[in-house]
C-alpha cells in the first residue's frame, strides 16, 4: 500500500510562472489537507479537500492560489504567477475520513517549490 | 486561535541518554500529533492521541488533556534520532491542524 505521493519533490519556476503540485492520497482514503511550511517558520494550513469538494481553505492566501480534489486522479495545488515569497515546501497528508484529523494522518514527502 | 509551545526549541544530547521534549496548547482539543521530519526529508507520524499514552519502540508520549500539555520520549536514544520533532493539534474543526514550531534534536555518538 503505496504512502502519499507527492510530485514533483523539486520543482523550480520563474517569477510570474505557474506551478503545479500534485498528491496521491493513501489508497481508501478521500480526505486531503494541503500545508505550507515556509523557510525558517512552522508548518502552515492551507487548505482542506473531500473528493470534488473544498471543505475548508481559510489558509489559502486570497489570490494566485488554488486547490482541487477531481473526482479521478490526484488532488491539484495551483500556484500562479508565483513570486520569490511562495517559496516553501508543500506538504500533502490524507486522513481516511469522518474523523478529520482525529485519525492518524499520512504525509507525503513534500514539494519544495523554489522561484528564481 | 490554538497557540502551541514546544520546548526546548534546539536539544543536543549524547547517546543513550533519555530525552523529554515537550509540548503545550492554549485551547481544548480533539487530538494531537507527534511528528517527524528529517532535514530535506517528509515528515513522518509518530503518534495522534486523544488521552493517557501511547508506546512505540522507544518512544512514548504522553498528553494530560486538563493540563493542556504533551510530552514526547525518547529512551536509550540514537544518533538516527537525530531530527525536528513536531507537535500538532487538531481542534475538531475543518481546519486540519495547527503545529508547534518543532524541537531540532541532535544526538551525538
Known amino acids: 500500500n503505496a504512502g502519499v505521493m507527492q510530485n514533483p519533490r523539486h520543482l523550480v519556476r520563474r517569477r510570474g510562472q505557474e506551478a503545479r503540485l500534485r498528491c496521491s492520497p493513501m489508497?481508501?482514503?478521500?480526505?486531503v489537507y494541503w500545508y505550507r511550511q515556509l523557510p525558517e517558520e512552522g508548518l502552515k494550513f492551507m487548505v482542506y479537500l473531500q473528493k470534488e469538494n473544498i471543505i475548508d481553505e481559510s489558509g489559502m492566501p486570497k489570490e494566485r492560489f488554488s486547490a482541487e480534489f477531481p473526482k479521478e486522479g490526484p488532488s491539484i495545488l495551483r500556484i500562479q504567477q508565483v513570486v520569490r515569497g511562495d517559496s516553501a515546501a508543500y506538504f500533502c497528508?490524507?486522513?481516511?475520513?469522518?474523523?478529520?484529523?482525529?485519525?492518524?494522518?499520512?504525509f507525503g514527502q513534500g514539494t519544495r517549490l523554489t522561484v528564481v | 486561535k490554538n497557540e502551541v509551545e514546544q520546548s526546548p526549541q534546539n536539544l543536543t544530547a549524547q547517546e543513550g541518554e533519555f530525552i523529554t521534549i515537550n509540548c503545550s496548547y492554549s485551547v481544548g482539543i480533539s487530538a494531537l500529533h507527534w511528528l517527524q521530519q528529517h532535514p530535506g526529508g517528509g515528515i513522518v507520524s509518530l503518534f495522534m492521541l486523544s488521552s493517557g499514552k501511547k508506546k512505540h519502540g522507544r518512544l512514548i508520549a504522553t498528553i494530560n488533556i486538563q493540563e493542556k500539555h504533551s510530552s514526547l520520549h525518547i529512551t536509550a536514544s540514537h544518533p538516527r534520532d537525530s531530527a525536528v520533532y513536531i507537535c500538532a493539534v487538531y481542534g475538531g474543526g475543518a481546519d486540519g491542524l495547527t503545529f508547534g514550531k518543532g524541537t531540532h534534536l541532535i544526538i551525538q555518538p
Open positions: 489508497k481508501g482514503h478521500s480526505h
Open positions: 497528508a490524507s486522513s481516511r475520513g469522518q474523523g478529520g484529523m482525529n485519525t492518524e494522518a499520512f
